[in-house]
């Protein structure tokens, strides 16, 4: 009977320590939040004064401080490392405040980010700059980007919208409003569309005008077209499309200038530079450019060819440059998008200020997209695994940069959303000879439409 209740013991305890192998594997999240989470916070609480002070983090304490200890315990004085807050867990990792001691700044505590990493048993550690004196350490307990799950509560609002997460389990919001324009470059299957098609769903809930140009044969966003208000399928109806969508940036733009009341007695409220400022029943909707493919619109096969590709190019320019006041912004895709384009490409690029770089084919693609604006996140991307889709380096002119990876949403999904939301589609009255043919929606042909009434006798 013992050596029963002994084998029972010792395969009860191999079966715990299985069971939490496969979580661990399967369900890092639940693994997380039942073991991790109190392991990690236990080796926190109990190591964080030495771990601190093995960091370099640690500093001399005030010369009254010491006096005081020497004369009430008569112990050694100790370095005293950044005091620290509460531990906030969440369903991710936990979060910790430190405020930092007189010479410290939140560079140091960034330098010694792999080392807590280590010390602390985690995936991860991120530092965040929450005010003068103040930073947020936010430990990841996991890799988040192996299963994308984005956050219950996002910021969203109008033109601003999460599309993806990040790598320290925060939602990447693309922000139209800060970020007027965006590059997102990818090889094929790296997962440049699953990003558009989030990024079109979430806009498609909000009154934004959407307009694409797909050289594709509209491949790619014909499934959308019945929530878009333009769609462009080939170089020749992109041509005609480009100069309306300049005559209405022209058309904005007067209504702005009438509007920005020179007068001596107009109130400061009332003057603005874009459309934002205008009253409500003034202002125009907004209208998002989608390119799928951009190097279609520079290749040509002749030289007949040449004087449209440039007019469309010189076009996209003055989009980039002066749409913003206007409310046009643009979403611009590619595979490569370099100098060997042609004329007028290197200064497009210069004009689209978010950039966004899948999985890439070769270096230079990478530099392409990142190199003039983060230098060390081409490296990053070129590390990009095919395995993983959907995951990108995005970064900003202010030369920071993170990884980034879109959640799956299915093609039927996107395109019903779309459906769904095709009232939403404000009208713009200049595109309207563009509205692209949607087709109705197939019925349900295994029974009758309506149910036949006998006849009375």
């Not at 699953?194 to 979430?202: A, F, G, V």
Request: proline fraction near 8%; charged fraction near 25%; aromatic fraction near 6%.
């Amino acid at each position: 009977m013992t050596d029963l209740v002994t084998w029972a013991e010792l395969g009860g305890s191999l079966a715990a320590i299985g069971g939490a192998a496969y979580a661990r594997h399967a369900h890092p999240a639940a693994y997380w939040s039942t073991v991790g989470l109190p392991i990690s916070a236990a080796r926190l609480l109990a190591s964080y004064t030495s771990t601190m002070d093995a960091c370099g983090l640690t500093v001399e304490p005030p010369r009254w401080r010491a006096l005081a200890i020497r004369a009430t315990t008569r112990r050694e004085v100790r370095p005293a490392p950044p005091r620290r807050g509460l531990i906030r867990p969440t369903s991710t990792g936990l979060r910790v405040r430190l405020r930092l001691a007189p010479g410290q700044e939140p560079a140091d505590v960034a330098a010694s980010a792999e080392r807590l990493r280590h010390a602390w048993g985690v995936h991860a550690v991120y530092i965040r700059d929450i005010k003068p004196g103040v930073v947020e350490l936010r430990l990841v307990g996991f890799d988040v980007l192996r299963k994308v799950r984005m956050p219950r509560r996002t910021p969203a609002d109008h033109l601003r919208v999460p599309v993806a997460l990040r790598e320290d389990a925060t939602a990447f919001v693309r922000d139209y409003r800060a970020v007027p324009h965006e590059l997102v470059l990818g090889a094929t299957l790296s997962g440049k569309s699953m990003y558009l098609r989030n990024l079109l769903t979430k806009l498609a809930a909000q009154p934004v005008a959407l307009v694409g140009i797909d050289c594709k044969r509209g491949v790619e966003l014909a499934p959308f077209a019945a929530r878009f208000s333009v769609l462009a399928t080939d170089p020749d109806q992109a041509a005609e499309l480009l100069p309306v969508l300049v005559k209405e940036m022209e058309d904005r733009y007067d209504l702005i200038k009438s509007r920005q009341g020179i007068a001596p007695g107009t109130l400061e409220e009332e003057i603005t530079s874009d459309i934002w400022g205008l009253p409500d029943a003034e202002r125009p909707a907004p209208i998002v450019l989608f390119i799928d493919e951009v190097a279609e619109l520079f290749l040509v096969s002749a030289r007949k060819e040449e004087e449209r590709r440039d007019e469309m190019v010189t076009q996209l320019i003055r989009l980039a440059q002066l749409g913003r006041a206007a409310g046009i912004y643009l979403e611009v895709c590619g595979q490569r998008f370099g100098a060997e384009l042609g004329k007028g490409a290197t200064m497009l690029r210069a004009q689209l200020t978010g950039r966004v770089c899948h999985r890439v084919n070769d270096e230079a693609s990478a530099k392409m997209a990142l190199g003039d604006i983060a230098p060390e996140a081409v490296y990053a991307a070129c590390a990009i695994a095919a395995e993983l889709p959907g995951l990108a380096v995005v970064g900003d002119t202010s030369g920071g940069w993170s990884r980034i990876r879109t959640p799956y949403l299915s093609l039927a999904d996107a395109a019903a959303t779309c459906r769904e939301t095709a009232h939403l589609a404000p009208d713009v009255p200049r595109l309207t000879s563009f509205r692209p043919y949607a087709p109705p929606v197939p019925v349900d042909g295994s029974g009758p439409v309506t149910v036949p009434l006998p006849v009375a006798e």
